[in-house]
């Protein structure tokens, strides 16, 4: 979660400052050598693969601010978040995919850091191999899985993720309901907000909102990369060198980078995405065939769907956009239509009209009963969707399936909501949930899930 920071700064650098200006930011870069006596790495494809990995270091965090933000707690010594960070070879576009830390995974033979023990290979999570091995282990490890060949290792931390997001003036994030968990002390209202740091860290950490733990958590995190790019591109720092040099200093130096990423790579990354946008990104999770995937020594994982996940990887090979593989009429809505209940009245005398709502309901998702009724009054103009203000999110997702239609907030009327289908009905629009299910390809662009 932390490692948007680090593509703020390629992002950043796309200003084409000088050396001049960036002179003497190397030396504030942590090396680390991931790729040392690697062999039967997979084959180089086009454009630049960036292995982002966000860990802890709350212990370089003071100690009011850790009680602010609820940063108690021994540091852990492993990977929090990882994301492959592919930037397209004519630089037009970056595509982020966010590897899950519970993750299964097996290990190449490896020695452990620690204690120096040779390790055959064997079943981990994935967050685990930075325990065992460090970036090297991490590296190989995501490659072996991936069979996409990382060309840039970067490493951020809490501070450097606090830092990024004050110094460009505090990133801009909306919500359509309200944000509460006691873990990290998140509390948003409903609308938008501005987030400084430890408001923003507070929010990609947060992992008691909803039942999808992780997996919500990563589209938080996309949501908040998209928004601070948004932010980088809007709001003058690459047109100012000075500001530029400042943001890329308090960044750099708690940043932990591959040998070959400097000032020279930022230069040539930058030069060719000065047009960058949120619309030039685009984000995924690894889609996830079993969750509570549970192996012996190791505990619940979560297993990848070879299939789905075979397809993003070839993309990021072939440098394709994942894009090509959504489906760009289905407008996104709050909640799932798996998860929404429908009872469907036919409110005209139009024989059928009911049972043609239901099918074309179910056929984009929704749990229909199948039993389609007759409603009350037959002489319904605008389709209805009545529904109790405990499930008004569910609501607002049938309503985007049906255009033009009214809600109707009935207090007491359950779980179920109601479509009284009116003389107005022509179609179902297609939708697809905000946050895809587990088994779900769902690729977004930055502009679909900022504010703007």
């Known amino acids: 979660m932390r490692t948007v920071t680090t593509l703020s700064v390629v992002v950043l650098a796309s200003a084409g400052i000088g050396h001049a200006v960036l002179s003497g930011l190397d030396e504030d870069i942590t090396r680390v050598d991931p790729?040392?006596?690697?062999?039967?790495?997979?084959?180089?494809?086009?454009?630049?693969?960036?292995?982002?990995?966000?860990?802890?270091?709350?212990?370089?965090?003071?100690d009011e601010e850790r009680e602010k933000y609820r940063l108690g707690g021994a540091p852990c010594h492993c990977t929090d978040t990882m994301m492959i960070v592919h930037i397209s070879?004519?630089?037009?576009?970056?595509?982020?995919v966010s590897l899950p830390r519970d993750s299964y995974a097996v290990t190449p033979p490896h020695t452990d850091r620690v204690s120096g023990e040779r390790h055959a290979s064997h079943p981990v999570k994935l967050n685990a191999a930075y325990a065992e091995g460090g970036p090297q282990l991490t590296v190989r490890t995501v490659e072996k899985m991936t069979r996409v060949k990382i060309d840039h290792y970067l490493e951020v931390d809490f501070t450097s993720?606090?830092?990024?997001?004050?110094?460009?003036?505090?990133?801009?994030?909306c919500t359509d309901r309200?944000?509460?968990?006691?873990?990290?002390?998140?509390?948003?209202?409903?609308g938008r907000h501005t987030l400084k740091g430890g408001e923003a860290l507070q929010y990609v950490r947060a992992r008691h909102l909803d039942g999808a733990s992780d997996l919500s958590r990563m589209r938080r995190q996309q949501r908040f990369l998209a928004a601070l790019v948004d932010r980088a591109t809007?709001?003058?720092?690459?047109?100012?060198?000075?500001?530029?040099?400042?943001?890329?200093?308090?960044?750099?130096?708690?940043?932990?980078?591959?040998?070959?990423?400097?000032t020279g790579e930022l230069l040539d990354?930058?030069?060719?995405?000065?047009?960058?946008?949120?619309?030039?990104?685009?984000?995924?999770?690894?889609?996830?065939?079993?969750?509570?995937?549970?192996?012996?020594?190791?505990?619940?994982?979560?297993?990848?769907?070879?299939?789905?996940?075979?397809?993003?990887?070839?993309?990021?090979?072939?440098?394709?956009?994942?894009?090509?593989h959504r489906s760009p009429a289905a407008q996104r809505v709050p909640v799932d239509p798996r998860q929404i209940r429908v009872q469907v009245e036919n409110g005209t005398r139009t024989a059928g009209l009911g049972r043609r709502v239901d099918a074309a309901l179910a056929a984009t998702g929704f749990n229909t009963t199948r039993v389609p009724a007759n409603a009350a009054e037959q002489n319904v103009k605008r389709t209805v969707v009545a529904y109790d203000p405990r499930w008004d999110?569910?609501?607002?997702?049938?309503?985007?399936?049906?255009?033009?239609?009214?809600?109707?907030?009935?207090?007491?009327?359950?779980?179920?909501?109601?479509?009284?289908?009116?003389a107005d009905f022509v179609k179902v629009r297609k939708v697809r949930a905000e946050d895809p299910g587990h088994g779900e390809f769902g690729v977004v662009r930055g502009d679909e899930v900022n504010c703007s």
């Open 393 to 422: 999110r569910s609501a607002k997702s049938l309503a985007a399936a049906l255009p033009g239609s009214e809600l109707r907030a009935v207090k007491g009327q359950g779980a179920t909501l109601k479509v009284i289908a009116g």
């Open 234 to 262: 809007s709001s003058g720092i690459l047109l100012n060198p000075m500001r530029f040099r400042d943001v890329t200093r308090a960044v750099l130096g708690s940043v932990r980078a591959d040998k070959g990423f400097g």
């Open 89 to 96: 070879e004519n630089r037009d576009r970056a595509s982020v």
């Open 35 to 62: 790729f040392r006596d690697m062999k039967n790495r997979p084959e180089a494809g086009h454009g630049m693969n960036i292995l982002l990995v966000g860990t802890d270091g709350r212990e370089r965090i003071g």
């Open 161 to 173: 993720f606090m830092k990024t997001v004050d110094v460009v003036g505090g990133v801009e994030i």
């Open 269 to 324: 990354l930058g030069r060719a995405m000065r047009n960058f946008s949120p619309s030039s990104s685009e984000f995924t999770t690894v889609p996830i065939e079993r969750m509570g995937y549970a192996v012996k020594g190791v505990g619940s994982t979560l297993k990848w769907d070879a299939e789905k996940s075979e397809h993003i990887f070839d993309a990021l090979r072939r440098d394709q956009p994942l894009s090509a």
């Open 178 to 190: 309200r944000l509460k968990d006691s873990h990290t002390g998140l509390d948003l209202a409903a």
